[in-house]
């Protein structure tokens, strides 16, 4: 069992940043690959990025919307994922959950653990 706690989100003007957090719980953190996805209003959750399970380099996956404005990082040590956020866009409004899965995948179906997710609200 991982238990996901997201943090960092917020409101911001276009172009500016935000780093959201994700805390896991267990000892297990490690093993897990883990993503970021969205849902903005009335819209479908979408993926955003996604890490390898020892967050080396080559192991980053990004949605072809954030490429190059969004960097997903995590440090096992301290059971954390992180999503930079720059260069931020109002396209970019959404509530941001974390998720664990056993395998790296790009659907949500894939993941077994969600966060309860951090409201990005960003103004144009």
């Known amino acids: 069992q991982v238990q996901l706690v997201e943090s960092g989100g917020g409101l911001v003007q276009a172009g500016g940043a935000l780093r959201l957090s994700c805390a896991a719980s267990g000892r297990t953190f490690s093993m897990y690959v883990m993503g970021w996805f969205r849902q903005a209003p009335g819209k479908e959750r979408e993926f955003v990025a996604a890490?390898?399970?020892?967050?080396?380099?080559?192991?980053?996956y990004y949605a072809d919307s954030v490429e190059g404005r969004f960097t997903i990082s995590r440090d096992n040590a301290k059971n954390t994922v992180y999503l930079q956020m720059n260069s931020l866009k109002p396209e970019d409004t959404a509530v941001y959950y974390c998720?664990?899965?056993?395998?790296?995948?790009?659907?949500?179906?894939?993941?077994?653990?969600w966060g309860q997710g951090t409201h990005v609200t960003v103004s144009s």
């Open positions: 998720a664990a899965a056993p395998r790296l995948v790009i659907v949500g179906t894939g993941y077994d653990y």
């Open positions: 890490i390898g399970r020892s967050g080396g380099s080559g192991s980053t």
